[in-house]
């Protein structure tokens, strides 16, 4: 069987990819930034790049530095499209299925080209993908339109199931993580009473609000977090300039791991191994991959809960806190200081988790069940 995936360049997709290495398929990925460059996070993939440029001119960088309204002008007539090369790849590859990795950054520019065929269709959707897409100016009649041609949809949490039957889908779906599943090292999970730090994410564009987190940070009494070590990883720079400026914080212990730097992932799993209590606040998200890994490395959850999605894992007060609202300063703080006091909710959390997380997300139980999937979607097709 042939895939062809479509997707940006992005961790939790390489993760999804690497689980069907051995399973049979021939895969095949159009990267729809298209970087140029192959990557070895997937090598045994066979890899569509340097297809952006139809002429890669001389000094072509100089001219966009220097003069970039011709560049642009250039540009207008020396790009190809996604939806070309996808086209051309399909004459090229002849896929038995093809899986595009959300609708905003792929979906929707490769969707006329779709339309025009009958390969099986798979979209999984990630994050904000299908929760936030009004506010990012897209309308109901195209989403519709884009779900009307998927055969099979992926989501990482049930909300955007339920959100997009409302939209009249009611073809096959599956839940799933957007990594495909959590491969943990249980030897760098350390206990309660041996953890210092306090460790959450910093993404603070589009829907994140690690700002407020900050700020609830600074509002806690210094005698209970005078001794704790801080860390926020994929730190934006708002994010990253308010905490340097900030003199509260000046009085902790803070590392700043910046967005565009990012942190390697077995080192982020290692600081969650030994946080204490791990936060991610955000007005719109899916079902968070760093949430479910704080989980599983035995870190406190204290997470936003935009439309439910945190509570299918979250039980308020039993196994982490849920954040009603991601812009109250005073509400995250008391959760915090509440989590910080209370070392036997934690330590039951602590082994709730690491078995919920053992029992619903180990890759090596859904790996096998993401293999089928794609022969079920094809044989289903064949009927």
Not at 137 to 154: P, Q, S
Not at 232 to 245: F, G, H, M, P, R
Request: net charge positive.
């Amino acid at each position: 069987m042939k895939i062809l995936m479509v997707a940006i360049p992005n961790h939790h997709f390489f993760q999804w990819v690497n689980q069907l290495k051995d399973s049979g398929y021939k895969v095949y990925w159009l990267d729809a930034n298209d970087d140029g460059v192959l990557s070895q996070r997937i090598p045994w993939v066979t890899q569509i790049k340097s297809w952006k440029q139809k002429w890669n001119y001389p000094f072509r960088q100089t001219i966009k530095k220097a003069f970039p309204k011709l560049y642009n002008t250039i540009q207008n007539h020396n790009q190809n499209s996604l939806a070309r090369v996808l086209e051309q790849s399909i004459i090229n590859i002849k896929p038995d299925i093809i899986h595009c990795f959300e609708m905003q950054l792929t979906g929707f520019y490769i969707l006329p080209v779709i339309e025009k065929n009958n390969i099986p269709f798979m979209y999984s959707s990630w994050g904000s993908d299908v929760y936030y897409y009004k506010k990012r100016g897209t309308t109901d009649a195209e989403v519709k339109r884009f779900m009307n041609r998927v055969d099979v949809l992926i989501s990482d949490c049930n909300r955007d199931v339920k959100a997009l039957k409302t939209l009249d889908y009611n073809k096959t779906h599956y839940v799933h993580p957007g990594n495909g599943g959590l491969a943990l090292d249980m030897h760098k999970v350390m206990l309660q009473k041996d953890r210092k730090l306090i460790i959450f994410k910093g993404y603070q564009f589009d829907s994140g609000e690690a700002l407020q987190v900050v700020k609830a940070i600074e509002i806690l009494p210094l005698e209970l977090i005078k001794n704790l070590e801080f860390h926020v990883y994929s730190a934006d720079k708002e994010v990253e300039a308010y905490i340097k400026n900030s003199k509260s914080i000046k009085q902790l212990s803070f590392v700043i791991h910046p967005r565009h730097k990012r942190l390697k992932h077995e080192d982020l799993l290692q600081l969650m191994g030994k946080s204490i209590i791990h936060l991610g606040n955000n007005l719109s998200d899916g079902m968070p991959n760093s949430l479910l890994e704080a989980m599983g490395m035995g870190a406190f959850p204290i997470q936003s809960n935009p439309g439910g999605a945190t509570a299918e894992v979250i039980k308020h007060g039993v196994n982490g806190f849920l954040i009603e609202n991601p812009l109250d300063i005073k509400a995250i703080s008391k959760l915090i200081e509440a989590a910080l006091k209370n070392s036997e909710l934690r330590k039951k959390a602590q082994d709730y988790n690491i078995a919920f997380i053992e029992n619903n997300y180990k890759r090596s139980i859904l790996q096998p069940k993401i293999i089928q999937l794609y022969k079920d979607t094809f044989s289903h097709h064949k009927r």
